[in-house]
Structure formats: C-alpha cells, structure tokens
C-alpha cells in the first residue's frame, strides 16, 4: 500500500511544512495542472481518497473529522480484505 498527497492548491512550501509534522511517509505532489480536481473531483481541501489497485475512488472524503481516522482505517482493512479475497 502506498499514500501519495495531491496538493491542488500547488504550494510546496506550505505542504512541506504540514508534512513534516505528519508521522506518515507519503509521496507529495503538487497539482499545478489541476489533474486531481479533473480526475477524481476534488474540489474541496482537505479531500481524502482510497484508491484501489485498478485507479479507482473507492472512497471520497471532504472535510476532516475527529472519527476520521478509525473511519479510514475501517475502510482501509476492508479494501485490503477485498484484495486478498481475489
């Protein structure tokens, strides 16, 4: 599994910033060509994504909420065990 960061807003130096207090090792892009909001329909920050293996949004989250966590992690083991099922 990996976590990849779209920045849509383009700023590098203030998601290098957030990130660095983040205990997550992830891929951070910048979106200078708006291909996040194009592709998945990110039109809201923070917007979290659950990709599968295939390239699609299995799950789509605007906003941040103090459940988001064990929500992902819910939605996380259940793709997982999708996975392993195939």
Same mark, same amino acid.
């Given at each position: !599994? ?17 990130? +660095? ?7 951070? @892009? @910048? ?21 599968? +293996? ?13 459940? !988001?966590?064990?929500? @992902? +992690? ?8 999708? *996975?392993? *099922? @195939?």
């Amino acid at each position: !599994m990996k976590v990849v960061i779209i920045d849509v807003r383009n700023q590098k130096e203030p998601t290098q910033k957030v990130m +660095s207090g983040v205990p997550v090792t992830a891929l951070v @892009l @910048l979106d200078d060509k708006r291909l996040g909001r194009d592709i998945f329909g990110i039109v809201g920050t923070p917007t979290t994504l659950i990709v599968d +293996s295939l390239g699609r949004a299995v799950f789509k989250h605007v906003g941040y909420g103090e459940d !988001m966590n064990d929500m @992902l +992690s819910g939605e996380i083991d259940a793709l997982l065990e999708k *996975s392993e *099922s @195939l």
